[in-house]
């Protein structure tokens, strides 16, 4: 049977716009059944954020300028365990818009793009489907996150703009494993607890 983690013979690459879903036997309580969005991946390091734990903090209570531009749940979601006091904001454009002329907003994988909540929310907000908050956001060194994707912590698949704003948070690890056909797709009825399959 091939490796649902490879190609021929190793992972798939990780870029900006990829996903990392954890794998089943990932048990750290930052990463169990998360699926994490890549920002940026560069040979110095990784960063990303957690896209399906939304936090009892509400956006109207840190952010209120971006709060009414913030998709619902309106919460503020935990991207990861490092520097948990930042704020990271990623927004998906509405079909045909573009960054252009936007100060503050960087492109991470059109449509998605990665926003400067220093900067004014009026421009952008025409151009907008939806954004999500994070407080923090996950790291790895250099070479960290390639050997945990080689132990089969992590599996590697294409992202949709969707993800990003996903309502169904609660949903989007089996709903992103599903979606990649088997033999990935059979982990996504895995149980919390093997003992009880």
Not at 7 to 29: F, H, Q, W, Y
Not at 44 to 54: A, K
Not at 106 to 135: H, K, N, T, W
Request: charged fraction near 15%; glycine fraction near 12%; charge should be negative.
């Amino acid at each position: 049977m091939r490796d649902h983690r490879a190609g021929p013979g190793a992972p798939p690459p990780v870029s900006p716009g990829s996903l990392l879903v954890a794998a089943p036997g990932l048990t750290d309580p930052n990463f169990a059944r998360t699926v994490v969005y890549v920002i940026e991946h560069r040979p110095q390091g990784s960063l990303g954020v957690v896209l399906n734990r939304p936090g009892p903090a509400e956006v109207q209570d840190v952010l209120p300028a971006w709060a009414k531009l913030a998709t619902e749940p309106r919460s503020l979601f935990v991207g990861g365990p490092v520097e948990s006091g930042t704020a990271l904001c990623l927004a998906a454009l509405r079909t045909g818009q573009t960054n252009s002329g936007l100060n503050g907003v960087m492109s991470v994988r059109e449509p998605v793009q990665l926003v400067d909540l220093d900067s004014d929310p009026g421009p952008l907000a025409p151009r907008l489907r939806g954004l999500r908050v994070f407080a923090g956001y996950s790291g790895w060194d250099a070479g960290q996150l390639a050997g945990e994707i080689s132990r089969g912590d992590w599996f590697v698949v294409p992202a949709l703009p969707d993800d990003v704003l996903a309502g169904t948070h609660d949903q989007l690890w089996e709903r992103v494993l599903r979606r990649q056909g088997v033999p990935l797709a059979l982990l996504a009825t895995y149980p919390l607890n093997p003992a009880h399959n």
